[in-house]
């Protein structure tokens, strides 16, 4: 779970992540559903010691000290610390998307065991999160840089597209009116499920 984002759009003096949608930060949400996959272990990418004291049991934190690098640093965080495990694939949401349920990251875990290298969520055809990264292409992600992450791979290389818009959606915020869009428009992340 990516969550090394400064949130400039957003403003305000606490992460991003923090912010409360339905008297629960985000970063609960998006966590609540990595958890309750089944995809394990479950690592939390965080450059503000606030938002790594959020994360609750269950959840391994690791640290982005350069996250003005973007969030390809923060995927590279990640598969850093994953590198000397034998984890097959990686699979990646952020922190920010509070509505993608837990059956969208078990659906993009499964294509990988049907043999997909890369794959990623769709809702109502558009591409989202979750994204899986087969370690096949782990050392093409160590190289990449700025603000995009596995759309670079997604460019480069076939990718399977995994139907999920009925687990949830991929709303993400990123302003405080895309939390108030969200808040008028709310769907229990796992009321699908």
Known sequence: MLAAGRGVRFGGAAPKVLTRLRGKPLLSYALDSARESGCAPVLLVVSDERVAGAAGDGIEIVRNDAPERGIASSLQCALRRLEPDSAPAVVVGLA??????????????????????????????????????????????????????????????????????????????DTPEDLAELESRWTSPTASE
Do not use: K, M
């Open 96 to 173: 920010d998307q509070p509505l993608v349920g837990a059956e969208a990251y078990r659906r993009v875990a499964r294509a990988h065991a049907d043999g997909a290298s890369l794959a990623f969520a769709t809702y109502d055809g558009v591409r989202g999160n979750p994204v899986l990264i087969a370690r096949a292409y782990w050392s093409e992600a160590l190289e990449l840089d700025g603000d995009e992450g596995a759309r670079v791979l997604f460019r480069r290389h076939p990718a399977v597209a995994v139907p999920c818009g009925d687990t949830g959606a991929a709303a993400d915020v």
